[in-house]
């Protein structure tokens, strides 16, 4: 009985055939160093970026906030379909008087102690 479920999955494909993904070429990576004693803060931060990134152009993936472990880290990731489509959001964000305003609420209360960019691309096939 288990060789005949063991036969009747080996017969199962996995060349299954995905929709296209959307043409997005970069992801930059954005890891926080936080002061772990404003972690609330920076979550009140990271939760305007929720609206205020994909309404500049950004295709947010998300914010990820401390658990277990390490109580200062923190990461976002958001995508563009180029560095063109990055510096157009930067560009709007700048623009933007309540992207403004977050900024000006992290550097008022001082909670990101550093923060780092990485630009990366997906592996494919």
């Known amino acids: 009985m288990i060789t005949e479920a ?3 999955i080996k017969r199962l494909s996995c060349n299954i055939q995905k929709p296209p993904e959307a043409a997005v070429a970069i992801t930059v990576f954005i890891r ?3 002061d772990p004693f404003k972690r609330a803060m920076f979550e009140e931060y990271a939760r305007r970026w929720l609206t205020l990134i994909p309404k500049c152009g950004g295709d947010l993936q998300g914010y990820w906030m401390p ?3 390490t109580n200062n880290i923190a990461f976002a990731l958001v995508s563009f379909e180029n560095l063109a489509g990055y510096e157009t959001y930067r560009a709007r964000l700048r623009a933007d008087k309540d992207s403004m305003a977050n900024f000006a609420f992290a550097e008022e ?3 990101i102690l550093a923060e780092e ?3 990366l691309r997906k592996v494919t096939l």
């Open 6 to 8: 063991f036969t009747s």
């Open 32 to 34: 926080y160093q936080l």
């Open 67 to 69: 658990h277990e472990g």
């Open 109 to 111: 209360n001082k909670f």
């Open 117 to 119: 960019r990485a630009f």
